[in-house]
């Protein structure tokens, strides 16, 4: 997880980003993942879709991973790195968003969130369901 230091308030998040010119989700993660750790995932998997709206509106495609290659950096430019155990990252501060979601994040079926955001990216309303 990043632990974000320069803004959002030192909340985690997993690494991820936005997409470049002609890239699919899959090709996304892989490519921010590395990016951010220094690590290669190893077969990601979609685990689920969160979409959002605030004044504006995006999706999240969450991907989760079971095996990676390289050595991971512990200072990306968003903050610092850090391993979490699975049963500690619900306790983590996290975005709104993704709290609501984090519970569904390793079973083995999919997940939809779609969330209603405030100006500073808390959820006002949300929904979240199996696929």
């Not at 997409?19 to 077969?43: A, K, V």
């Not at 430019?77 to 619900?90: P, V």
């Not at 079973?107 to 405030?118: I, M, P, V, Y």
Request: with cysteine; glycine share 6%; aromatic share 14%.
């Amino acid at each position: 997880m990043i632990k974000f230091t320069k803004k959002w308030g030192h909340v985690y998040a997993p690494p991820g980003g936005k997409f470049e010119e002609g890239e699919s989700p899959l090709d996304c993660i892989i490519r921010e993942f590395y990016e951010e750790t220094g690590l290669t995932l190893i077969n990601p998997r979609l685990q689920g879709i969160s979409y959002w709206k605030d004044k504006d509106e995006g999706i999240i495609f969450v991907y989760t991973a079971e095996d990676f290659e390289g050595n991971l950096k512990f200072v990306s430019e968003e903050g610092t790195l850090e391993w979490i155990k699975l049963e500690d990252l619900t306790k983590l501060p996290q975005f709104d968003q993704n709290k609501i979601f984090t519970p569904y994040l390793f079973k083995q079926e999919l997940f939809e969130s779609k969330s209603l955001l405030d100006n500073k990216a808390r959820v006002l309303k949300n929904k979240i369901r199996k696929m």
